[in-house]
Structures are given as C-alpha cells and as structure tokens.
C-alpha cells in the first residue's frame, strides 16, 4: 500500500493539479521518499515513481459495498466553509436516517478539506464519509471512501495503489459505457443519474430510469447503483425497482426547512421500497 502526506493528488479534467511535494511510504515499513509533482510531469510517471510493486490487483481483490440500501447524502459545494451550520446539517440528516455522506468539495487548498474531513469523520464515526476527487485527503482517513467524476474513472487504478485494497472508491456514471469502464476499473459502486430533473442540473435532461436498468443489464447487476438526481420520497420507490440499491439526495435535505424531517421521508420510502423489492425478488 502506497499512504500520501501533504498536498496530495488533486486531478481535475483528466489532469494533475496538485503542485507540491508527495510522501510515499511503502506498506511494509520502507523508506520515505518525495516526488516533485507539477503540471509538466505526467501522472504516470509519478505513479511509476511511488507506487508499490506488492500492491494488489483490481481483479483479485475483494470488491467493498457501501450499507445497504444506500441513502447519501451529497454535501452543497462550499458547505465546508460553514462548519457549524453543515455540521449541523449533518447530524439532523444522520438522525432522519442517512448512512453515507460525500464531501462534494472540490478545492485547492488541502488542509482546508483535510480539516474538514477529519471534523466530520470524528464527529460521526458511524457513517461512511466519502471524498470528491482528493486522493491524498480520502488516503489520510481509514474507512473514508474516495468518490470519482465520470472524467476520472480512468483514474481509479491510480487511486487503487495509492491508498488502500479495503479503501472505498465509486464513480459517477451518465452511460452505459461510462459504468462498464468503471466497472473495468474496479470501481465498488456507481452513482448513477442524473435520474429525473433536478435543481442542482438546470436545463440538463436526465438520462432517466431506462439507463439505470440499462446499466444494471450490461453489468449484470455486479455492482451497487445509487440513483441522483432528482430523487424525492415519491419517486425513491421507482429507482429500487429498477435496480438501484439506493439513492443520493442534496439539495431535497439541504434545501429543507427541517433536514431531519426530509430525511426521515427519504428513509422511510426507501426502507419500505426496498423491503417489497426484496419481496418480490
């Protein structure tokens, strides 16, 4: 296993963006050693310098699923410049019945997400925290998940090395060939929408259900798929039985006037949703 100190890997539309100094450390107590990283050097070639040649394969790893059924929580961008009032959030989401919530945050600035995460991994251990895109934030927290844009899947190997076998990745996916090459690079779930129309996507149109049982057709059902966009109680029943293991909601619990409440109408569909699915299976 390859851990990172620092700045981190930052890639943003199928680039390096961190500039700075990487710490690699090798899973066996070896050396440290720093690699340069800036926008002239490939990705690859940083790879090459700090990954471990012991690190296991994508295929022969054991795959890692997010709880089932899934009800996530994506973070508004920029909720982590409010720390009180989205921890707050946080919580009321937890209590109305949330188990996974993503830092949605895309930043420069390290240590500003780095503090971030660990206040709310500290604060609610017994939800799965995953990160947006930061490699060298999500590899400094055991049991923090690493959640990828659709632009990165190609990275997911990368991100494989440079943290963990048991390390939680996923990748948002619009196509049914998006989700075959996540799934080729080991993803452990798909975020699969946008399902219906949605604030946080105007004027977008929706690739809609049919994708959703289109995916789950070309992968067999081999991987979790976790509906967005557009998702409300009324229409959480009509993504679980097209194949979704769960959803991912923002601005229907971040929007309301009690998070806790709008929550607990999510979970309550959800639950109820899923135990007719699992009925009628």
Same mark, same amino acid.
């Given at each position: 296993?390859?851990?990172?100190?620092?700045?981190?890997?930052?890639?943003?539309?199928?680039?390096?963006?961190?500039?700075?100094?990487?710490?690699?450390?090798?899973?066996?107590?070896?050396?440290?050693?720093?690699?340069?990283?800036?926008?002239?050097?490939?990705?690859?070639?940083?790879?090459?310098?700090?990954?471990?040649?012991?690190?296991?394969?994508?295929?022969?790893?054991?795959?890692?699923?997010?709880?089932?059924?899934?009800?996530?929580?994506?973070?508004?961008?920029? $909720?982590?410049?409010? @720390?009180?009032?989205?921890?707050? @959030?946080?919580?009321?989401?937890?209590?109305?019945?949330?188990?996974?919530?993503?830092?949605?945050?895309?930043?420069?600035?390290?240590?500003?997400?780095?503090?971030?995460?660990?206040?709310?991994?500290?604060?609610?251990?017994?939800?799965?925290?995953?990160?947006?895109?930061?490699?060298?934030? $999500?590899?400094?927290?055991?049991?923090?998940?690493?959640?990828?844009?659709?632009?990165?899947?190609?990275?997911?190997?990368?991100?494989?090395?440079?943290?963990?076998?048991?390390?939680?990745?996923?990748?948002?996916?619009?196509?049914?060939?998006?989700?075959?090459?996540?799934?080729?690079?080991?993803?452990?779930?798909?975020?699969?929408?946008?399902?219906?129309?949605?604030?946080?996507?105007?004027?977008?149109?929706?690739?809609?259900?049919?994708?959703?049982?289109?995916?789950?057709?070309?992968?067999?059902?081999?991987?979790?798929?976790? $509906?967005?966009?557009?998702?409300?109680?009324?229409?959480?029943?009509?993504?679980?039985?097209?194949?979704?293991?769960?959803?991912?909601? @923002?601005?229907?619990?971040?929007? $309301?006037?009690?998070?806790?409440?709008?929550?607990?109408?999510?979970?309550?569909?959800?639950?109820?949703?899923?135990?007719?699915?699992?009925?009628?299976?």
């Amino acid at each position: 296993m390859v851990g990172f100190v620092g700045q981190g890997l930052v890639v943003r539309d199928g680039r390096l963006r961190g500039i700075g100094l990487v710490r690699s450390r090798r899973s066996h107590g070896g050396r440290y050693g720093n690699v340069r990283i800036s926008r002239s050097r490939p990705v690859r070639a940083c790879v090459e310098a700090t990954v471990d040649d012991e690190s296991t394969s994508i295929v022969e790893r054991e795959r890692n699923k997010l709880p089932m059924p899934t009800f996530m929580f994506v973070l508004p961008q920029y $909720a982590i410049n409010d @720390m009180p009032t989205t921890l707050k @959030m946080i919580a009321a989401a937890i209590e109305g019945g949330v188990n996974v919530v993503q830092i949605r945050e895309i930043m420069d600035n390290y240590e500003t997400l780095e503090s971030a995460v660990k206040t709310i991994v500290e604060k609610f251990p017994d939800v799965t925290v995953l990160v947006n895109s930061n490699i060298g934030v $999500a590899s400094q927290f055991e049991g923090v998940g690493l959640h990828l844009p659709e632009d990165l899947c190609k990275f997911h190997s990368i991100a494989r090395e440079k943290t963990s076998d048991k390390k939680t990745i996923g990748s948002s996916v619009h196509s049914v060939p998006a989700a075959e090459r996540a799934d080729e690079n080991g993803a452990d779930y798909l975020l699969v929408g946008t399902m219906f129309e949605s604030e946080s996507h105007p004027g977008k149109s929706p690739e809609g259900i049919l994708m959703l049982k289109m995916v789950g057709r070309a992968l067999n059902s081999s991987l979790p798929m976790i $509906a967005v966009g557009g998702i409300t109680p009324e229409n959480v029943s009509t993504v679980i039985e097209a194949g979704a293991s769960g959803i991912a909601v @923002m601005r229907g619990i971040s929007g $309301a006037e009690d998070a806790e409440d709008a929550a607990r109408a999510y979970k309550e569909a959800l639950e109820h949703s899923w135990r007719e699915m699992k009925r009628n299976a």
